[in-house]
């Protein structure tokens, strides 16, 4: 039992609040408990899914909250919408509309519903307060550049623009006319016919804007335009290439000029030789991204291999994140890569095949991975592919001490596999498995492990209903759902394995919200239909 | 054999997607498929054991139907009880491309299409030509088809002409494309779908009791029961229920 007082004290001056699973509390315990808060960051559905800051992340959004919050809220500063949906451009322009003191509109990765782009000029023309706006995820077809151009000439603090792909190139300039200090930068679609005028043009605003650290958009790129970014290439941290179409040689060129870059998203394009090169000019590399450019092919159409991330992990001495897709790994390469970078925090790896061997050896890639685990020692995150047996998840039981966030798929052979990862993995707080053959006994045998995570997601494995029952009745601060299109899991036998199951620790009890193909399993041991 | 196994395969594969259908970014593939476990079809093909992950499935004549094409599997494997709900699902995996892509796009769902079919025996060391497994790899619906969109780029400004979805069927020899733009309802296109295959005709159930969905009448059976239900998988991998978003 904490100290009243500090429990007090900590209730009148808390302003931000987070809450990484928004059915585990709800609204009205948050506000009896921090009733002063000024910034919330709500976290919806799974990953496998201030009153003046509100963070929403994989949520369904209606335009009727939107329009809730803006009348609710008459000084509302931030809000970030993160890959959420279920609300289109008529929300945004309420939002648009009401919130005089707006500094911020981020509509990350989210799914909107496209009705018009003249939301955009629902901001009064007395509004200046803009400071960052991210649209990348809007799609209009007809889009409002005049309203555009006037919103950001008028707004003087606006740090952050990301526009969408509606936004041509020719556009870009004047954009940027309005707006030299600029820090972040999105593109739109980044081709034009190649005239000297245009580029020029572009070139020159690019050059006036001295501030300018991060870059992103660049859907379609001719890559006879992208020499006009030179002027800024030098300053950059951020980049984000992970639209552009472009080839190795062109990738090569562009991250040679920039040796401060700390960021980098790019599509497989760039291949084993562009990202040597980037291991030799980017010593403050941190963070890479790797994306298929091809993901459903079935033979490679680029030269990518583990040697990308071999050169990477051994050029960049700060590198701690990877998402890193590829079609072919070694244990060889996967131990020399944790040797070399024992700093990594964030490691991911999809080998696009499931289950594909080392391709050297043809044995699992368990040992691979184990160095991962015994040698970055800080690890928080990982993901696995390629064949695995449950050896793998007896290193990761055995030396992922800091690891919060695990993702597995088509691994392992047995329930010993999940036991090792529940019983050993002490800073795990979510843990997501998709088709393995992982069943009643490890869950079973680790339930109160469940109630010191956040949440386990589990689809295509072995877990029986009557398990979920069980584990409903037994533990009554997990929410247990089964999720089965298939119809009421109890009109099947009691041993059939489940199709899909969130459990997740919850103070507000089950939910009622669910759609038709979700059921909660309580402590009733019967169903709520 | 290996074309006979994917072909009592009957897996439609279904994936996910787009709500929005102005969205340019946004493109994946669209194959059909009767939603049965991809796992089993790659436990399978890889040889492993998967019973236990078998889905309990049960279908008209009360046969239960389990790996793709296995019989060996399927003798041994758990039965259902006969009662089921929404027993198999039909997916729809949405793909809006502009209609100069056509030909580009066919041409490579053809390829694909030819590579299922010629499928595995060539090396034994390589998996099998895979189905596609639902939600893998791991990329978000706006990542998918960059080399696609690539093509179309220079046609898209997103309001031209059609919403064109590409619709593949395990076992058929090509694919199909609709135009989402004709239909006012969801039963317009499932009644269009049906008739678009309708052309691959084949015999009634077959020995196994597996649904032969080639036969038009039996698709459009299908499509109509209630046994059946649309879904698709919106962006994060979650299947959802189509109706609950208006046509619109």
Redesign the interface.
Known sequence: MVCKSWYEIERWCRRKVFVGNCYAVSPKMVIRRFPEFRSIELKG?PH??DFNLIRLK?MVVTDESLELIAKSFKNFKVLVLS?C?GFSTDGLAVIAASCKNLKELDLR?C????LSAHWLSHFPETYTSLVSLNIS?L????ASFSALERLVGRCTNLKTLQLN??VPLDKIANILRHAPQLVEFGTG?Y?ADVRPDVYSDLAGVFSSCKELKSLSGF??VVPDYLPAIYPVCSKLTSLNL??A?IQSPDLIKLVSHCPNLQRLLV?DYIEDSGLEVLASSCKDLQELRV????????EP?VSLTEQGLVAVSLGCPKLQSVLY?CRRMSNEALVTIARNRPNFTRFRL?I?????ADYLT?EPLDVGFGAIVQYCKDLKRLSLSGLLTDRVFEYIGTYAKKLEMLSV??AGDSDLGLHHVLSGCESLRKLEI??C?F?DKALLANAAKLETMRSLWMS???VSFAACKLLGQKMPRLNVEVID????PD???E???V?KLYIYRSIAGPRFDM???VWTMDEDSGLRL | IKEQEETEAKAIQIGSK???K????ASC?VSMEV?R???NM?GTD?DL??K??????GLPGGIAVVAAGNETESSSS?K??G?????E?VDLKLNLQSKESTMDLNKNLDD?GS?EKSGSAKDP?K?P??A??V??????S??????A??KN??EE???SGAALVKVSMDGAPYLRKVDLKMYKSYQELSDALAKMFSSFTMGNYGPQGMIDFMNESKLMDLLNSSDY?P?YE????????VG?VPWQ
Request: proline fraction near 10%; aromatic fraction near 10%.
């Open positions: 559905k496998f899914a994989r890959s949906e990765d799914e909107v519903d496209d995820c799609g209009s077809d007809e792909r509606a679609t081709t859907w379609d992970s639209y179409t599509l994306f298929p450019s091809d993901p459903f092919g079935a159409n897709f999809c696009i095949e499931p289950k594909t043809l798929a088509f998709r088709d053959p069943g295509s494995c072995a299109e298939r119809g009421p009109s099947r036998p041993n059939c394995p199709d759609p038709p193909f | 787009d709500r929005s102005k969205r340019v970014e593939f939603g476990k991809m796992a790659l890889h054991n998967f236990e992950t078998e889905l309990c499935l758990p259902t009880n009662k089921r709900g929404f027993s699902t694909n590579k060391a998996p030509a895979k596609q497994v939600g893998w790899p791991p990329v978000r706006y990542r998918k088809n960059i080399m969109n690539q780029s220079s400004s997103g309001n239900v879904s919106d962006k994060d991998g979650d299947w959802m229920l609950d």
